[in-house]
C-alpha cells in the first residue's frame, strides 16, 4: 500500500515535468486516436455493406455502362429476389476547385433502389414527391446540412460525363438508419437522364452504371456471380459480379497508399509518445539514484524498485491516455461537424478506443524498461555515492 | 561577455541519454514533416512533368478530366488545321486526338484490381510529347492490335511483359513496346492506335486532343478563335501544363492538409519533450547558473545560452529527421489519383526548398520548446541559486 504512495508523491515531485509529460502523451495519444478514426472512416462503406447485396459491373472497368437489358435476365435468376440498377452521373456543382461542392450524384431507379437500401430512411410523403417528378431528387441530411439544400430547391448541375445543363429539384431528404450510413449522396431518377440522353446524344440511352441484386439466401453469393457472369460473357459488355463488401474494398484498395501512410504515421506517434514518457523517466531516476539505493540497503527487493519506476511510468502514461481519450470524442465530432461530407461516416470505433488504451499502456511499459535495469545494476554503494 | 559554446556542448553532452532522446522526439516530427511536403512535392512534379511548354489540350468544357471529356470528329479536325498548329517536316499538324479510358489489370504483388488508363495516340503523340522514349520493343504498329506500356505498368501489374497479351475492349492487344515518360504520369499508361481504340470501346468520339503551338504566344488567339466558333464553342483549349497541375491539386492539397496537422500535433509532443528536458536542465544545474551569474555573466547571457543548448539539440534532430526522409526518396508509392480515378506512381521528391523549412521548423520547435526554461534560468537570484543543493 505504501508504494502506491510512494509511487504517487514521486509523481507529485516535479509538478510541472509530470504535467508536461501527461499533456504531452494526451496530446499523442488522442492523435494516434484520430489517425485510427480517420483509417476506419475510409472503410466505413466496407463495414456499411449489406451481406445479402452484390453488385454486377462491366468486366473491363465501372466507367463502362451495362445495357439496361441485362435487368429482366438478371431478375430471372433463381436465388435473386430483386434487381435494382444505378448510375454514376459526375457533374460539377457550382465550383469545383471547392471540394465541398463535390457529392455523389447518382441516377436511380425510384421504384427499386430505396426498397434495397432500407438503411435510407426517407418519409412516405417525400419517397412518393420523389418518384412523382422526373427530375425530382433525394439528398443525404448530411449533404444538405453542408450545402443547405431545403426541399424545393433547385441544383444545378454542369454535365461532363453528360453534357450540358442540368436542373434537380429536391423532394426529399434521406437519413441513415443508423451512425454508419453515407448520407452524403444525392439520388435522382435514372429514367430522366436517360430520356434526357435521348435527346442530347443519342446511342446513349438505355446504359446504366451498375447492377445491384439481392440474394435470399447470402451462401448462394457466390454461385450467382458465376450465373450471372457466364451469362454475359461473350456478348458486347461482359460483366463482373461481387459482393457489395468486395465492390467497396475495390474502392478503398485503391487508395491503399495513402492508407498504409497513414498507418505508418500513426505507429510513429507512438514513437513518440514513448520518448516524451521515457525522457521523463530517464530523467527522474537518474535524480533518484541515491533514494533507489537508499532503498536497497534498508532491504527493499528488485520487485520493490520496479513497482516503484514502472509504476510512476504507468501512473503517467494512463492519465495521459485517459485524458487523450476524453479530447479525442469532442475533436472527432468537431471534425465531423466542420466537414460533414469530407468522410461520409466519421465515428471513434471501439477498436479505435481500445488500440489507444493499449498503446498507453505499452509505452508505460516500455519507458520504464531502460531505467529500471539501470537502478538495478547500479551497485547499492555506488548509488549511495552518486550526486545528483 | 558571452557563455562559450563549448560550455553549451558541454553541457549537452553530458546528458547524452536525454539529449538523445529529445533529439529523436524531434527527428521524428521534422521525418514526418519533411516525408509530407516531399510526397506532395513528389506528386506535382510526376504530374506537371507530364505537361510539355507549348502543348495545348482540348478538352469539352465543364469536363475536369479526359475521362469524361468529349470530342467529336468534326471539332477535332477544324482544331487540327488552324494556323497555329506547329507542323511536321511533311506537313501534318503536331497534334494528336486522343481516347482516355480506365480498365482493371491485376496487380503484381496484392493480386488486387488496379485501374489503368489506356490512351488511344495519333502517331503524332510522340513528336508531341518528347519527354516519352521506348526503353524495350518497338513502337505499336498503326492499324493493328498492338500496344505498348508504361514503364511503371510493367512493373508493377501482371503480364505486361512484351510478347503477352492483355485483354480489354472485347478483344486481345499485343505488347510490344515498353515506353519511359521520365517520371511523368504517362509512365502509368497504356498506349496505343486511337482507331483501334474507339471502336473496341464503343467510343463514336474522342476524349481529348493535343496539339503543339507553333509559337506559345499564339494561345490567346487560337483559344478566342475556336471557342467562339459554334462549331467549336463546346470545348476548352488549356495550357497541357495548367490541365495536369490541376489534376495534382486535390490529391496534393490532401497530402499536405493531411500531413501539416499530423505535425503539427507532433511538434506540439516533442516541444514538451524539449521543455521537459530543458526544465530538468535548469534544475540540475541551478548551483552552476548561480556562480556563473556571480562570476559576471548576465541574466542574457544565461538566457541565450539555454536557449542555444535547445537550439543545438533541435537542430541535430532537424539534421537527423532530413538525413531519414532522405532514404524516402528511394521509396516510390502507386495510389489512384482521384481526379481520373487511374492508377499513378510517383515518388518522394526532395527539394532545398524542404530541406529549409524543416530545418527552421526543427529550430522553431528548439525555441519554443527551450525558451520557458531558459527564462527560468535567467530569473534565478544569486545568492539562492548558489545555496541550492
Known amino acids: 500500500m505504501h508504494v502506491f504512495k510512494l509511487i504517487l508523491k514521486n509523481t507529485l515531485r516535479h509538478k510541472l515535468r509530470s504535467f508536461l509529460t501527461i499533456v504531452g502523451i494526451s496530446i499523442a495519444v488522442m492523435a494516434f486516436g484520430f489517425m485510427r478514426t480517420v483509417i476506419t472512416a475510409w472503410y466505413a462503406g466496407v463495414e456499411a455493406s449489406a451481406v445479402n447485396r452484390m453488385v454486377t459491373r462491366h468486366s473491363v472497368s465501372f466507367i463502362f455502362p451495362l445495357p439496361l437489358s441485362y435487368r429482366d435476365q438478371i431478375a430471372r435468376i433463381p436465388g435473386v429476389s430483386q434487381v435494382s440498377y444505378a448510375n454514376w452521373f459526375g457533374g460539377v456543382y457550382k465550383d469545383a476547385s471547392d471540394w465541398k461542392n463535390f457529392f455523389p450524384r447518382i441516377g436511380i431507379d425510384p421504384e427499386t433502389y430505396i426498397d434495397m437500401y432500407p438503411e435510407f430512411l426517407v418519409t412516405v410523403d417525400e419517397l412518393a414527391a420523389f418518384q412523382k417528378d422526373r427530375n425530382a431528387c433525394l439528398i443525404g441530411a448530411k449533404l444538405a446540412q453542408q450545402l443547405n439544400f431545403k426541399v424545393g430547391d433547385i441544383i444545378p448541375i454542369d454535365g461532363d460525363i453528360y453534357p450540358g445543363k442540368w436542373e434537380f429539384v429536391v423532394r426529399g431528404i434521406y437519413h441513415g438508419k443508423d451512425k454508419s450510413t453515407d448520407e452524403t449522396q444525392m439520388l435522382f431518377q435514372w429514367k430522366y437522364l436517360d430520356e434526357q440522353v435521348k435527346q442530347r446524344q443519342p446511342g446513349r440511352e438505355g446504359q446504366v452504371g451498375w447492377y445491384i441484386l439481392k440474394v435470399q439466401n447470402p451462401s448462394d453469393m457466390s454461385i450467382v456471380a458465376k450465373i450471372v457472369d457466364d451469362m454475359f460473357k461473350n456478348s458486347l459488355a461482359a460483366t463482373k459480379t461481387e459482393t457489395e463488401k468486395e465492390f467497396q474494398q475495390s474502392f478503398v484498395s485503391m487508395s491503399s497508399a495513402i492508407i498504409t501512410s497513414m498507418k505508418v504515421i500513426s505507429f510513429v506517434i507512438i514513437g513518440i509518445i514513448l520518448l516524451v514518457l521515457a525522457n521523463t523517466i530517464v530523467m527522474s531516476a537518474r535524480e533518484r539514484t541515491r533514494e533507489y539505493a537508499v532503498l536497497k540497503a534498508l532491504g527493499f527487493s528488485a520487485f520493490h524498485i520496479i513497482g516503484l519506476i514502472g509504476g510512476e511510468s504507468m501512473l503517467l502514461a494512463c492519465s495521459g491516455g485517459a485524458l487523450g481519450l476524453a479530447l479525442l470524442f469532442p475533436i472527432a465530432r468537431g471534425f465531423a461537424n466542420v466537414f460533414p461530407t469530407f468522410f461520409p461516416v466519421f465515428n471513434v470505433e471501439i477498436i479505435t478506443i481500445a488500440l489507444s488504451v493499449a498503446t498507453a499502456v505499452v509505452s508505460g511499459i516500455i519507458a520504464a524498461v531502460f531505467p529500471t535495469i539501470n537502478t538495478l545494476r547500479t551497485k547499492t554503494v555506488d548509488g549511495l555515492r552518486a550526486i545528483g | ?389
Not at chain 2, 488511344?120 to 508531341?128: D, F, H, N, T, V
Not at chain 2, 476548352?236 to 490541365?243: R, S, V
Open chain 2, 1 to 389: 561577455m558571452k557563455i562559450p559554446i563549448s560550455y553549451i556542448w558541454r553541457s549537452v553532452w553530458v546528458r547524452r541519454l536525454t539529449t538523445v532522446l529529445t533529439l529523436g522526439g524531434i527527428a521524428l516530427v521534422v521525418f514526418v514533416f519533411a516525408a509530407v511536403l516531399m510526397l506532395a512535392h513528389g506528386l506535382e512534379k510526376t504530374l506537371v512533368d507530364t505537361g510539355s511548354d507549348g502543348n495545348v489540350i482540348v478538352l469539352r468544357r465543364s469536363a475536369t478530366t479526359e475521362v469524361v471529356s468529349q470530342i467529336d470528329r468534326d471539332a477535332a479536325s477544324i482544331i487540327k488545321v488552324q494556323p497555329e498548329v506547329a507542323l511536321l517536316p511533311d506537313g501534318k499538324p503536331v497534334a494528336s486526338t486522343e481516347v482516355y479510358v480506365i480498365i482493371n489489370l491485376l496487380k503484381k504483388e496484392s493480386n488486387d484490381m488496379g485501374n489503368i488508363s489506356v490512351r488511344g495516340i495519333s502517331p503524332e503523340a510522340m513528336q508531341l510529347r518528347q519527354q516519352v522514349k521506348l526503353i524495350d520493343g518497338r513502337m505499336f504498329q498503326p492499324g493493328t492490335h498492338e500496344i505498348i506500356v508504361g514503364s511503371s505498368i510493367a512493373k508493377r501489374f501482371q503480364d505486361c511483359e512484351i510478347g503477352k497479351q492483355l485483354r480489354f475492349g472485347g478483344d486481345l492487344w499485343t505488347i510490344v513496346g515498353i515506353f519511359t515518360g521520365e517520371g511523368s504520369s504517362f509512365d502509368s499508361e497504356v498506349w496505343g492506335d486511337v482507331e483501334q481504340f474507339m471502336p473496341a470501346f464503343g467510343r463514336p468520339v474522342f476524349s481529348s486532343m493535343t496539339l503543339r503551338l507553333r509559337s506559345a504566344n499564339d494561345f490567346k488567339t487560337l483559344k478566342e478563335r475556336i471557342e467562339g466558333d459554334p462549331r467549336t464553342q463546346y470545348v476548352e483549349l488549356k495550357h497541357e501544363k495548367q490541365y495536369y497541375q490541376e489534376q495534382s491539386q486535390l490529391m496534393s492539397d490532401f497530402i499536405k492538409g493531411l500531413g501539416l496537422i499530423v505535425t503539427i500535433i507532433f511538434s506540439v509532443g516533442a516541444i514538451i519533450g524539449a521543455m521537459i528536458t530543458m526544465y530538468a536542465a535548469v534544475a540540475n544545474r541551478t548551483v552552476e547558473i548561480g556562480t556563473l551569474r556571480a562570476l559576471g555573466f548576465r541574466r542574457r547571457n544565461v538566457l541565450g545560452a539555454f536557449l542555444i543548448e535547445s537550439i543545438l539539440v533541435s537542430v541535430f534532430g532537424g539534421c537527423a529527421g532530413i538525413a531519414l526522409a532522405s532514404l524516402m526518396s528511394f521509396v516510390n508509392i502507386s495510389t489512384i489519383n482521384w481526379g481520373t480515378f487511374s492508377e499513378l506512381a510517383f515518388g518522394f521528391a526532395l527539394s532545398p526548398g524542404i530541406m529549409l523549412s524543416s530545418l527552421i521548423f526543427s529550430i522553431v520547435m528548439g525555441i519554443v520548446g527551450g525558451f520557458l526554461p531558459a527564462v527560468r534560468a535567467s530569473r534565478l537570484n544569486i545568492v539562492n541559486a548558489l545555496r541550492a543543493s
